[in-house]
């Protein structure tokens, strides 16, 4: 049996471009290592030589899918990667990306962070038009429907498709030997780019940047296409004008600290998402994602902040329960606590988010066995109310323990002595102006209003 335990809600996917270099596919490899937090599922790349394309893509993680030899086979100048997320039993394999299609028009290869809400009709209607849908993801879509454009000029055909898409999307595109990269209206998902000696180097985040050694641009606009064609580079904002909707969870949890988006460190602004003052004598943080809000909280407290928590690294989202009779793992395969530490104490523990409530249960029980006296629980995430339709993986509404529950009912489920969650405004005091954001998670205001369902057959990214 197949168990779940951590509910931490998940990105569903990284985006990785490189053109203009004669090692592509290499510098791809090694940008979605550093990708690797948004996407365990899948991993794939396709690179181009511009007469044809070469792929490799499969599931599990980077270092699963690629070798030396399997880098030596995907020559060319542009490449295109990504890692994925997908929900337990889909078929990894098949929805793996990018995926890549000879078309009327060429040779095209598509690879997507975002989820699109309008993709049910968009599907149906291009089924009656005889399209064969080879993966169920959504991002296959923009495929089909630039296949079926009437006009034969590329770029039109590209723009008038995107007008039809709802939702997010951060997408990196190769039409032959030209790479197209471009984010949706309402820039709901991060996507930067930079400069590697001549190479441009598009990615999520700029921690994938980094560690090819490349310089940090700036991040592509809400609507704005890049074009690059050889040493041409080209900018484009097709869309009328909508107001940003950027994912404040992406600032909370899903990006790597080490990354700075759109200007700010994410780091910096982790390190400020705290609220709730406690009387106690040690914080620590649910690790990893959870250190820098704990420290940020040791600091304003002028409580000392301790390792009290270990992870283990080498346990993957499920695991396989050993058996019925001792089913009840929850959080300890992951996490242990440190009983020296916390034995006796007043224990501040500072997690992201609480989701289900389940596994924060675990944790105070984990806890309160390693002799914790008293535990403050506290969340940088405002309570998580409403499922997301832009490319998260978050449970139903009824799932969500403050959907229907108070702050003291969740503290009670969850068995600690005091509960805080940061505040929507403490949030927005903190994450930065120059930018507006989607909150809908907690607020329930949908940017563009709320998409009718999430079908999760069509939701696999
Ligand atoms: S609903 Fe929440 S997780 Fe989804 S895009 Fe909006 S803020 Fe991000």
């Known amino acids: 049996m197949e168990t779940d335990f951590n509910e931490t809600p998940r990105e569903y996917c990284g985006v990785m471009a490189v053109a203009g270099h004669s090692e592509a596919a290499k510098l791809a490899y090694l940008g979605l290592y550093a990708l690797q937090h948004r996407g365990q599922e899948s991993a794939g790349i396709v690179s181009s030589d511009g007469g044809n394309f070469y792929s ?122 030209i790479l197209y990269a471009m984010r949706d209206p309402r820039g709901f998902r991060p996507l930067c780019f930079g400069k ?19 310089q940090l641009l700036r991040e592509l606009k809400p609507g704005e296409i890049i074009k690059i064609d050889g040493d041409k580079i080209s900018h484009n904002l097709p869309f009328a004008p909508s107001e940003q909707s950027f994912c404040v969870f992406e600032y909370i949890y899903f990006c790597r600290p080490d990354s700075i ?41 002028a409580i000392p902040f301790n390792h009290g928590m270990i992870r283990s690294h080498y346990v993957g989202r ?3 329960q050993p058996s019925q009779q001792i089913r009840d ?20 523990v500072v997690d992201d988010s609480i989701v289900r409530g389940t596994t924060s249960r675990q944790i105070v029980t984990m806890l309160r066995n390693a002799g914790a006296r008293e535990i403050h629980f506290r969340s940088s995430a405002p309570p998580w109310v409403n499922p997301c339709y832009y490319g998260i993986d978050t449970p139903s509404e009824k799932e969500l323990i403050a959907n229907s529950n108070s702050v003291d009912e969740i503290r009670q489920f969850i068995g600690a002595d005091t509960l805080g969650y940061i505040s929507i405004e403490g949030l927005h005091r903190v994450m930065p102006r120059m930018l507006t954001y989607c909150n809908a998670c907690f607020d329930g205001k949908y940017p563009g209003g709320k998409p009718n369902s999430i079908r999760k057959d069509f939701l696999e990214l």
């Open 56 to 177: 490799q893509k499969g599931a599990g993680c980077v270092s699963d899918v690629f070798n030396r030899d399997v880098l030596d086979s995907l020559p060319g100048s542009i490449a295109i990667g990504h890692v994925r997320y997908s929900t337990t039993g889909s078929s990894t394999a098949e929805n793996s990306q990018p995926i890549h299609v000879k078309y009327k028009g060429g040779r095209l290869a598509i690879a997507h962070n975002g989820n699109l809400t309008n993709s049910a009709q968009l599907k149906s209607e291009l089924e009656s038009r005889g399209a064969i849908f080879l993966t169920n993801t959504d991002s296959e879509l923009l495929l089909h429907l630039i296949a079926h454009s009437p006009s034969n000029d590329f770029e039109e055909a590209l723009y008038s498709s995107l007008i039809r898409l709802k939702g997010s999307y951060s997408i990196v595109l190769m039409r032959d030997n």
């Open 196 to 214: 590697l000696n001549g190479a441009t180097i598009f990615a999520s985040e700029s921690c994938a940047l980094d560690i090819i050694g490349a």
């Open 261 to 301: 988006v759109e200007g700010k460190s994410v780091y910096d602004i982790r390190h400020r998402l705290v609220e709730h003052p406690a009387e106690a004598d040690v914080v620590i943080a649910v690790p990893d994602s959870s250190n820098p809000a704990a420290i940020g909280f040791s600091k304003q407290s």
């Open 318 to 320: 499920t695991f396989i």
């Open 329 to 348: 793992f929850g959080a300890r395969v992951k996490y242990n606590a440190v009983r020296g530490l916390l034995a006796g104490k007043r224990v501040v």
